[in-house]
């Protein structure tokens, strides 16, 4: 007995065992006639009833330890295993690039799309904080892709928005969007500046993610 509990546990699942399934076999055994058309004997009815018994008190055992005889006993049952992990949400970070210098610097924007886009607008903004001027900008995706604009606020700050045109679409994957602006002389904080990325997938799911600069 201590060996059968033994190997039904090395082949066990996480489903609970179909303890119905289990009795109700043992009971078709019992009732079906013996080899030959012969009925089954007082003998051979006991030693189906110790079965019963003994496969009942198993399963007592498994489903108290979250085993099943499934395996062991080759049932149907189906096996529903564990669902997938869905994908990971959109991300995104923003970075002073370290190429920056005393009077010039780029923002980067780098951007992580589980999925395709369908829908996309980038925006950095860059706090005024003295003698702050665009000098252009880039991504990573294709820049005819792309409907892009530079303005200045009224308190100075400077706005770049990259725009997704209809129709087009980004691929799943990392991207850059940068924008490049001089600035008075010394080290400039970052601390002011922030960006917004609202992004639809083509799932239809929309996402908004905002962030600051890290130097």
Do not use: C
Request: charged fraction near 20%; glycine fraction near 10%; proline fraction near 7%.
């Amino acid at each position: 007995m201590d060996q059968l509990k033994q190997r039904l546990r090395e082949a066990a699942h996480t489903h609970q065992p179909d303890r119905a399934r289990i009795l109700a076999r043992v009971e078709r055994g019992m009732a079906a006639p013996a080899a030959g058309g012969r009925p089954h004997t007082p003998a051979q009815r006991t030693s189906w009833i110790r079965v019963a018994g003994a496969t009942a008190a198993v399963a007592a055992v498994l489903a108290a330890g979250g085993y099943t005889a499934t395996a062991v006993l080759g049932t149907d049952r189906p096996d529903h295993g564990v669902a997938a992990p869905t994908a990971a949400p959109l991300r995104a970070g923003g970075a002073v690039d370290p190429h920056s210098n005393r009077f010039w610097a780029q923002s980067n924007i780098t951007l992580t799309a589980p999925r395709p886009l369908t829908a996309l607008t980038v925006d950095l903004r860059v706090a005024q904080t003295g003698g702050v001027a665009s000098t252009g900008h880039w991504r990573t995706p294709p820049a005819e892709d792309f409907a892009v604009s530079v303005r200045e606020d009224e308190d100075g700050a400077l706005h770049y928005t990259w725009r997704l045109k209809p129709g087009r679409s980004v691929p799943a994957g990392q991207h850059v969007f940068a924008g490049q602006y001089n600035h008075a002389e010394g080290a400039r904080t970052a601390q002011g500046d922030h960006y917004t990325v609202t992004a639809t997938d083509d799932e239809g799911d929309r996402t908004t993610v905002r962030g600051g600069f890290t130097s």
